[in-house]
């Protein structure tokens, strides 16, 4: 893996049908914030061929979302990433993507936020504060990795700063 993006799923319903967080989907502005950010992305130059998503329903959607930005990615939906630690999403990255250039991974807070803020501060990025206060629905942040550390910090994408 030469690049990892960290990508929080978008804006989700309250609460599903079934009374479950795992079953609740995107609503019409999360759906709109998922495909504006797949096009940053990929207008960045940041383009997945492999992708993490939780198997929660809102991950599942959100890269739904983004990838017809990504049109070759190929997406795996994983049990582990729902309410994953930042040690075990970054874990999952580097064991399924060893053969991929680049890897999205798509989760939930606060998973997704501290691990980002963690590589940030670690890669001395310029914008590890703001990061750290805030990593809203739908915002990516992506990171050089050498396959064995984070090598240096590429962005921070909000979907507020493309709107």
Avoid: C
Avoid at 5 to 16: C, D, M, Q, T, V
Avoid at 21 to 42: K, N, Y
Avoid at 44 to 61: E, I, K, N, W, Y
Avoid at 131 to 136: K, V
Wanted: hydrophobic content about 45%.
């Amino acid at each position: 893996m030469h690049t990892l993006i960290l990508l929080r799923h978008a804006k989700a319903e309250p609460e599903a049908d079934s009374g479950l967080d795992f079953d609740r989907a995107l609503t019409e502005r999360g759906w709109a914030e998922a495909r504006l950010i797949g096009r940053v992305l990929s207008d960045a130059g940041f383009r997945p061929d492999l992708v993490l998503a939780s198997a929660a329903v809102r991950t599942v959607q959100t890269w739904e979302a983004a990838s017809s930005s990504f049109p070759p990615a190929k997406a795996e939906a994983l049990d582990s990433l729902y309410e994953a630690s930042p040690e075990a999403i970054l874990s999952e990255a580097v064991a399924r993507g060893a053969k991929a250039r680049v890897v999205a991974v798509v989760g939930h807070n606060p998973g997704i936020a501290t691990l980002a803020a963690y590589l940030a501060r670690e890669s001395d990025a310029p914008e590890a504060g703001r990061i750290g206060r805030s990593f809203p629905t739908a915002a990516a942040a992506v990171f050089r990795h050498d396959g064995k550390a984070v090598t240096g910090f590429e962005g921070f994408f909000p979907p507020g700063d493309a709107a």
